[in-house]
């Protein structure tokens, strides 16, 4: 046949059966992707004090299994779902990458709306540009070996629940907020009413320092979607390099009829990922997502993935040695400059990890960034780090009190880490966790410098007995009379570092009162005192 | 006017004038009912019982606001918030005095949703058919309050947009006004920056308190929290006291209930400054109280 033979009558010859299952595809991406989002949306506190499997998603990843386990030299229990990916993968190829990743899912659904826009118009121009997200791999499991943990920014998963709870939601929760403050001025209340305490109880955090930077950096994944379909899928997903790498020997193969082929070239243009299905020679099956968008493109139905067809030659992305080794010197080269940072030698003071985090450099090669922790926060306590604790870091949780609390009978942060680098806590267990320590600023705290009365700290520190203690204190005030108000002490050994004193306290720019990280269960060094000297905390009674 | 007429008249007189208390049913209620027990649904119900029942206080149609202490993220046996039984009965209450609508509503310390979960009022509150409402931002208005102090505060409109107020607090320990009652508790209807009320706390409670006015203020001391508070913590903090107080003198309430703790009303400043400005009545032999025990 020849190419100019095309016509619309053609289109009757499209596969029903493959134009079925792309139907089905696309369905189970609708499913896992809401599945996903209802996970999302769960993680906050029901009423219970424990919350179930909310982060089991990223257990089923493959790249976060073996990076944690290499970076962390330690086994998470957790992770055994993973097995079930690389099972599937090795059996079916990468149809956990085209029919269950939400990542892409997301941005296949927004490649699509580009196409319909007409800003993206596929063509059949493949380049080497699909071996980058190998480079990236080996990049990042090079660095694991010397416990540079990476991988959270770049594993799919994290990244797409990062980007939805500290910029996406967030996002969608202020325009909420406007919509029912229009609703209220159009003085339809009672539906406002009901909206708000609807949203109440999804206890959203609002507020994150970075949510601006990441929401960017996901937006720009997004929009690279107008370049080429499924960008990131295609060029820079890790994990879907790690899938086509251990994807070459399934069962599932292309296959094109090559009597009815009409070299039209419709597959390779529409192919998701670049797998090239014609000519079959060339096909690439580890690229392959398994969209079975060339099969019921196909209009003369000549491609099928018969089941258990052993082509001659797998064709597979051309890595070169010298890339490779180059990414790997790359990576080994990177290590030391990620841990030029001062954290390495000094704790820094405002390096406030959640309750139950493992010490700082254990901390750092579990922690995947993937904001399950701030996403549970109630307070909306736990944000993005950024300089805190040196590149390495860059968004593990820290807590800023200035913006929220530690709830003192809250443990659901620990509970929903999906790598263990926050150690699951009850609540029983949490309550005894120092994360820090409280201190008074004397020259802003308003007792102290003005004598008038306040002690909303002491009123709001949850410990029995209280850590922060009113002691009667003779100040001078700016006009030289003296008074004698009660004044906040803290007793370093019942303060927690829970932040509500921060939180709370009415010197609403920079606090009076504030902590620091010194004195965490969790680190051997920044501590203030030696066990000697500690005082008997019986006196505070 | 014959002088058997007139005779007849004045007996006649004299007779209604006698019975009217009776038949205007302009009965003498006590100022204050203090009734102790194990039960507090029951306690509830009879406090205000003791006060004529809550057809005095409610009438038919009315949406009516109850302002439990709400506020913070403990439960019940922690007595830092008010018993959930004790405002479930309220709510059942109003709803049989003819109420049209029951709404909950307190502006918590801790996190908004724990706080109402886990100090179990918003359940208790619901099954008894109340609508439980978080404080909505977008309800804060500035209301001029017109008090010695206060002049204005964010206020949530729920609390002025009723037809009759219940506070409900619980009696706890508290560093600054040293206990608090029910006058403290209106700083629950406030948003803003309220903490910086401190600074003058004891003039914020009087001005709020006579601002909002409650029709009823029922204080509950089934549990009160000796030590530690307003948040206590520890079991050890608390003190079975099985007692409830009703009272229309919201400041006759709170000086009963510091007698609780062993402190007598004259030494509670705001009490002092209360009923130095007229608001009511801390000299509790002047009180008229029916104690009961049931």
């Known amino acids: 046949m020849k190419l100019t033979s095309i016509s619309l009558t053609l289109k009757k010859e499209r596969s029903k059966k493959y134009r079925l299952i792309q139907s089905l595809r696309i369905l189970s991406q609708t499913i896992f992707l809401f599945l996903f989002f209802y996970l999302l949306l769960a993680t906050h506190f029901t009423g219970e004090d424990y919350i179930g499997s909310v982060e089991i998603f990223f257990h089923f990843d493959p790249l976060l299994a073996l990076a944690t386990l290499i970076a962390s030299r330690a086994v998470y229990i957790s992770f055994v779902f993973a097995a079930l990916t690389i099972l599937i993968t090795f059996i079916l190829g990468r149809v956990v990458c085209g029919w269950v990743c939400p990542l892409g899912s997301v941005h296949q659904f927004f490649s699509f709306i580009f196409k319909k826009g007409k800003l993206l118009k596929p063509k059949d121009n493949a380049d080497n540009r699909v071996a980058w997200k190998y480079y990236l791999l080996v990049f990042i499991l090079v660095g694991t070996l010397f416990s540079l943990d990476l991988v959270g920014i770049f594993d799919p998963l994290s990244l797409l629940y990062r980007s939805f709870s500290v910029a996406v939601l967030p996002a969608l929760s202020h325009g909420f907020e406007a919509t029912l403050g229009l609703l209220y001025q159009i003085n339809v209340a009672f539906l406002a009413d009901s909206l708000n305490q609807l949203f109440e109880n999804l206890t959203l955090n609002s507020t994150f320092r970075q949510g601006f930077f990441i929401g960017l950096i996901f937006l720009g994944l997004l929009l690279l979607n107008i370049s080429k379909e499924r960008f990131w899928c295609r060029y820079l997903c890790p994990l879907g390099a790690f899938l086509g790498l251990i994807s070459r020997w399934n069962i599932l193969k292309l296959k094109i009829d090559e009597q009815k082929c009409i070299e039209c070239q419709l597959c390779n243009i529409h192919c998701e990922t670049q797998a090239s299905p014609f000519p079959e020679e060339k096909w690439k099956s580890p690229e392959c997502v398994y969209c079975f968008t060339c099969s019921s493109i196909c209009p003369t139905s000549a491609i099928t993935f018969p089941v258990g067809s052993t082509p001659e030659s797998i064709e597979s992305v051309s890595l070169t040695r010298r890339k490779l080794v180059f990414s790997s010197l790359l990576s080994v080269v990177a290590v030391p400059f990620f841990r030029l940072t001062p954290s390495q030698e000094r704790s820094s003071p405002k390096l406030i990890r959640p309750p139950g985090a493992l010490p700082e450099a254990k901390f750092l090669q579990k922690c995947i960034k993937c904001g399950e922790c701030m996403k549970v926060c109630p307070t909306n306590a736990l944000q993005p780090a950024l300089t805190e604790t040196g590149p390495e870091g860059i968004w593990t949780p820290v807590l800023v009190p200035r913006i929220g609390y530690c709830e003192y009978y809250c443990s659901l942060c620990s509970q929903v880490c999906p790598t263990g680098a926050i150690r699951a806590l009850t609540v029983t267990e949490k309550i005894k966790v120092k994360i820090g320590l409280a201190w008074v600023n004397k020259n802003r705290c308003i007792p102290y410098f003005l004598g008038t009365p306040c002690i909303v700290c002491e009123e709001h520190c949850p410990t029995s007995p209280k850590a922060i203690k009113l002691i009667k204190t003779e100040v001078t005030r700016p006009d030289g009379t003296i008074k004698t108000p009660a004044a906040p002490v803290i007793n370093t050994d019942l303060c927690i570092g829970c932040g509500i004193c921060e939180t709370k306290c009415p010197v609403v720019d920079k606090p009076a009162i504030f902590v620091t990280s010194i004195g965490e269960d969790r680190s051997e060094r920044n501590q203030l005192l030696l066990p000697l000297l500690k005082e008997d905390p019986e006196i505070f009674e | ?294």
């Not at chain 2, 014959?2 to 006649?12: G, M, S, T, V, W």
């Not at chain 2, 208790?124 to 404080?135: D, H, W």
């Not at chain 2, 003198?249 to 509670?268: C, E, N, Q, R, S």
Request: overall charge positive; charged content about 25%.
């Open chain 2, 1 to 294: 006017m014959r002088r058997r007429d007139f005779i007849k008249d004045i007996a006649l007189g004299s007779l209604v004038l006698n019975l009217k208390p009776a038949l205007f049913a302009q009965k003498n209620f006590p100022n204050l009912g203090l009734i102790q027990g194990d039960n507090p649904a029951l306690l509830t119900r009879k406090a205000v019982a003791s006060l004529g029942g809550i057809e005095r206080f409610v009438s038919r149609g009315d949406i009516v606001l109850i302002k439990p202490n709400i506020g913070w993220d403990r439960t019940p046996e922690q007595a830092a918030c008010t018993n959930p039984q004790v405002v479930k009965t309220l709510v059942e209450l109003s709803l049989e005095g003819g109420a049209k609508e029951v709404k909950v509503i307190d502006n918590p310390c801790n996190q908004a949703k724990r706080t109402y979960l886990r100090s179990g009022i918003a359940e208790a509150a619901k099954q008894a058919g109340a609508k439980v409402l978080f404080p909505n931002k977008h309800r804060l208005k500035k209301i001029p309050l017109n008090g010695e102090w206060l002049k204005e505060w964010p206020v949530f409109t729920e609390f002025i947009e009723v037809d009759k107020m219940i506070n409900v607090p619980i009696a706890k320990t508290h560093s600054l006004s040293r206990l608090t009652l029910g006058m403290k508790n209106w700083l629950g209807a406030l948003g803003g920056n309220r903490n910086q009320l401190h600074q003058s706390l004891d003039q914020a409670m009087i001005d709020l308190a006579a601002f909002f006015k409650p029709c009823l203020t029922l204080l509950d001391a089934y549990r009160i929290l000796i030590r530690n508070g307003p948040q206590g913590g520890r079991l050890s903090d608390v003190k079975l006291y099985k007692t409830i107080v009703a009272g229309v003198d919201y400041v006759a309430v709170d000086a009963l209930g510091a007698t609780f703790f062993d402190i007598k009303p004259h030494d509670m400043p705001y009490l002092r400054l209360a009923h130095q400005k007229g608001h009511g009545e801390i000299n509790l032999d002047k009180l008229n109280i029916e104690k009961r025990t049931v």
